[in-house]
């Protein structure tokens, strides 16, 4: 890749975020200020209720060890 073409890229998305920049600016303050939305978004979290009778205790399987055979024998 030349420089050429890396300047080129630079200028392209450079030009691009300017754009944006402006857009999101002139709808900024088209809006009173009491109307913009927050900065960050509310995080909701929902909470479970208890469960009424505890989970009996399971003992845990045991994995399986399965090996593998050769399927040709060294000469």
């Known amino acids: 890749m030349s420089a050429a073409a890396t ?3 630079y200028l392209y998305a450079s030009g691009r975020l ?3 920049a402006a857009r999101e600016q002139e709808q900024q303050e088209k809006q009173p200020h009491a109307e ?3 900065a960050r978004r509310e995080t909701r979290v929902a909470v479970l209720p208890e469960r009424s009778e505890p989970r009996p205790e399971q003992p845990r399987k045991t994995p399986k ?3 593998r055979r050769r399927r040709w024998a060294p000469e």
Do not use: N, Q
Request: glycine share 16%; proline share 8%; aromatic share 8%.
């Open 65 to 67: 060890i399965e090996y």
């Open 36 to 38: 913009r939305k927050p």
């Open 7 to 9: 300047a080129a890229g």
């Open 18 to 20: 300017r754009g944006r």
